[in-house]
């Protein structure tokens, strides 16, 4: 089944202490994105990679760190997580960047940070 | 930079009736809009994507259409169903761009 997962789906932690969610799809998408999804004020995109070791910032990127080392995984890394960082995240895949693909999500991760 | 609003932020309806969810956004140059169902602590749905050069798209009670010139893409839904309850997000991709901007969604409640 094609699908991204994301694990874990839940998390609890303490201020500062590092953390990484990991995200992988199976379709052999060249573009993966990281979105983070808080009340009023919507989905955010934090970091995006259009293909292996290629990188870029999005709107919200403060705070995070990503690696593109493989095609199908794009882990999102908090190395000192704060309780502004609580959300649910979100991550996306897609074929390419053209008009004609449409991303696909996985399940989520909710965030808590104490 | 692009803004995409939808509205309203909450409608319900009674189950039945045929409805209609707005999205408006500020920049014409997109590459493609995509509607996305969201139920509560889940993940998002894909439910149909209007390529910039098309005018709507149809998925079973499901109708979207897009007219970029003004801005705007709607969301028909006929029929509802309680089962329809969800929040629906719209979300642009901007021309020559990666990033997916979203508005903030319609929470949708059919009542039985």
């Known amino acids: 089944e094609a699908q991204v997962t994301q694990n874990p789906r839940y998390l609890i932690t303490v201020t500062g202490k590092k953390l990484t969610v990991t995200c992988s799809q199976n379709m052999n998408h060249e573009y993966m994105s990281w979105y983070r999804q808080d009340p009023g004020l919507g989905l955010r995109q934090i970091y995006y990679s259009m293909n292996v070791e290629v990188t870029d910032k999005g709107d919200v990127p403060e705070g995070y760190k990503v690696s593109r080392k493989e095609k199908r995984n794009f882990p999102l890394i908090l190395e000192s997580p704060s309780p502004n960082q609580t959300s649910l995240y979100f991550c996306?895949?897609?074929?390419?960047?053209?008009?004609?693909?449409?991303?696909?999500f996985g399940p989520g991760t909710r965030l808590t940070v104490t | 930079k692009q803004e995409v609003t939808q509205i309203p932020a909450a409608l319900s309806v009674p189950e039945g009736e045929n409805l209609v969810l707005n999205c408006s956004f500020t920049d014409s140059a997109i590459y493609n809009l995509q509607w996305f169902r969201q139920d509560p602590g889940k993940g998002l749905t894909s439910l149909l994507l209007i390529q910039s050069s098309q005018r709507e798209q149809t998925s079973g009670r499901l109708n979207a259409s897009l007219d970029k010139s003004s801005g705007r893409s709607t969301l028909y839904i006929a029929a509802s169903q309680p089962g329809d309850s969800a929040t629906y997000l719209c979300?642009?991709?901007?021309?020559?761009?990666?990033?997916?901007?979203f508005g903030k969604g319609t929470k949708l409640s059919v009542i039985p």
């Open positions: 979300a642009v991709k901007g021309a020559g761009s990666y990033q997916l901007t």
């Open positions: 996306a895949s897609s074929p390419a960047g053209g008009p004609n693909y449409e991303q696909y």
